[in-house]
């Protein structure tokens, strides 16, 4: 195939339905432009497991809490938008004051806005692994993978996954080659991915998975097999979700500031201290369909790690560096994490 579609149209009622939707959503945020003050805080979580952390502060009230422990009221406006893109437009137009994605992102967004925005992280939401899986049996590593196969990742060329895909794929085939497998990539949400793989049949034969699609896609299909996870490529457990936000907000609420911190800190010991009412809790507050046993399975994996420290995101910030895909070079992970985050140990 000489020219590939970058986004994948089947099945085409619930990515248009998933796209307005964020369109909706972004567009409604961007429209308010309200004017923050301290005791006001407003956070995007994506959907899915790695923002089990948030799911907790939120059900516990804890921002709350540590706000009335500084005598001050914080109201706290919650948002969920799939997607980067919208997450970094509304962050940088004042319409949230914290977002939340992939290292790779958030790395972008420190790179572009130095001098000006100045977004820098806030905290880590845990360590997560990704992984690609393919359900071709001709598939046991990248230097398998052909013209003839499809990666589903969830935008193609830029997220978390390709980034991490470009990585590795530089160490194996050169630095000039770091963007091989972006040529049969194609933007995809993972539930659709997730459907493609179980079922076969499809173009989509290669998918780069996280929690909770890769458990469901090795069980369902005795064919689908890991050939790399992120962990793999990073030399160990690593960070896969951050939230961020501006230099503005932070300066200018030092104490909301203060307290959402300490709320992650404190929802990150919980998550430790009892997993199964955690799994229960994501459940809950993210209404979502999974089974409880396959939640409470991804919280108690050891490979999951809920913590807001940092870890191997400067493996990211250097690589993604001497790809070019960012401008700045950082000397280490507390060039692009705000100094709250010194407290933990980091990486």
């Known amino acids: 195939m000489s020219h590939l579609n970058r986004t994948y149209r089947a099945p085409r009622r ?44 939120r059900d516990r009230q804890l921002i709350e809490k540590y706000g009335k422990q500084q005598g001050i009221d914080i109201q706290v406006d919650w948002a969920s938008i799939s997607g980067a893109t919208a997450m970094n437009e509304a962050l940088l137009a004042g319409a949230l004051d914290v977002v939340s994605a992939g290292v790779p992102p958030m790395l972008t967004m420190w790179d572009r806005t130095r001098g000006k925005q100045n977004v820098k992280a806030v905290a880590a939401l845990g360590s997560l692994p990704n992984y690609l899986l393919s359900n071709n049996p001709a598939v046991k590593t990248l230097k398998d993978l ?19 895909l470009q990585i590795e794929t530089a160490r194996q085939f050169g630095k000039d080659n770091f963007k091989k497998f972006d040529n049969i990539s194609v933007s995809l949400p993972h539930p659709d991915a997730t459907a493609a793989l179980i079922a076969g049949g499809s173009e989509i034969n290669t998918h780069f998975s996280s929690a909770p699609f890769y458990y469901q896609a090795l069980a369902a299909n005795s064919n689908v097999h890991k050939v790399i996870s992120s962990y793999d490529i990073l030399g160990g457990p690593a960070t896969f979700n951050v939230l961020y936000t501006t230099q503005k907000f932070h300066d200018e609420n030092p104490k909301t500031y203060k307290a959402f911190y300490s709320a992650l800190v404190e929802a990150a010991q919980l998550i430790k201290a009892d997993k199964a009412k955690a799994a229960d809790t994501f459940i809950r507050i993210q209404k979502s369909k999974l089974s409880p046993e396959l939640v409470r399975k991804i919280v108690e994996d050891p490979e999951n790690d809920f913590t807001v420290s940092p870890h191997r995101t400067f493996v990211y910030a250097d690589e993604l560096h001497k790809l070019g895909v960012i401008k700045n070079k950082a000397a280490s992970w507390k060039d692009y994490f705000f100094e709250e985050a010194y407290a933990q140990p980091g990486s």
């Open 14 to 57: 619930r990515w248009v339905g998933a796209a307005f939707g964020v369109i909706a959503v972004a567009t409604a945020l961007l429209s308010a432009l309200p004017a923050r003050a301290e005791g006001k805080i407003s956070i995007a979580q994506q959907f899915g497991i790695g923002y089990l952390i948030l799911d907790v502060v």
């Open 146 to 164: 052909s013209d003839k196969d499809r990666i589903a990742v969830p935008a193609a060329g830029v997220g978390f996954q390709s980034r991490t």
